[in-house]
T-cell receptor, first 117, second 110 residues
């Protein structure tokens, strides 16, 4: 296990199409997070999972966004009916938590850069 | 007002300089703090955790002031390779997520 893997690295899609991204976290980590980052901004929280349970979803996330983590392993993030404003880097991260406390911070994947044209 | 605020910079310093970045957070329930480094078009990578007692890792020193809700990062003897964006992060133990600042950009010049 060499880290957090994300696929694809880049995605160009036409407005209105659906896209799905995949994240494989570090196997020993019990939490998985999705963030979105645009140029000049810090990563913005989207949602996170503790094992297979989705525990929090950002209020900024519209109903077009959905994330799953079946069996507490890999996760997928789907965006339906994409809009140009969805263009961003989508970052997945995992962490090892004891209770709600992060012990060592996040390990991020390399991200999926989405461009909606 | 953003929950984590940083001076965006840019900070342009010569090699060998000492530079300090500041960060303030507004959520008093935040319990864990971190600095991340992000290179251009790359993912953020953990630089160091920040403890109340302060902590040092080589040329990097992080400090936390809970009373003022203020975090700092000091880089001594700057290297060209320190050029990056530095992200300040607070984590709330009552919520799952970490909140990132928008980063401070550092350029170290020869």
């Amino acid at each position: 296990d060499t880290g957090v893997s994300q696929d694809p690295r880049h995605k160009i899609t036409k407005r209105g199409q659906n896209v799905t991204f995949r994240c494989d976290p570090i196997s020993e980590h019990n939490r998985l997070y999705w963030y979105r980052q645009t140029l000049g901004q810090g990563p913005e929280f989207l949602t996170y999972f503790q094992n297979e349970a989705q525990l929090e979803k950002s209020r900024l996330l519209s109903d077009r966004f959905s994330a799953e983590r079946p069996k507490g392993s890999f996760s997928t993030l789907e965006i339906q009916r994409t809009e140009q404003g969805d263009s961003a880097m989508y970052l997945c991260a995992s962490s090892f938590n004891v209770g709600s406390r992060q012990l060592y911070g996040y390990t991020f994947g390399s991200g999926t850069r989405l461009t909606v044209v | 007002r953003k929950e984590v605020e940083q001076d965006p910079g840019p900070f342009n310093v010569p090699e060998g300089a000492t530079v300090a970045f500041n960060c303030t957070y507004s959520n008093s329930a935040s319990q864990s703090f971190f600095w991340y480094r992000q290179d251009c078009r790359k993912e953020p990578k953990l630089l160091m955790s920040v403890y109340s007692s302060g902590n040092e890792d080589g040329r990097f020193t992080a400090q936390l002031n809970r009373a003022s809700q203020y975090i700092s990062l000091l880089i001594r003897d700057s290297k060209l390779s320190d050029s990056a964006t530095y992200l300040c992060v607070s984590a709330n133990t009552n919520a799952g997520k970490s909140t990132f600042g928008d980063g401070t950009t550092l350029t170290v010049k020869p």
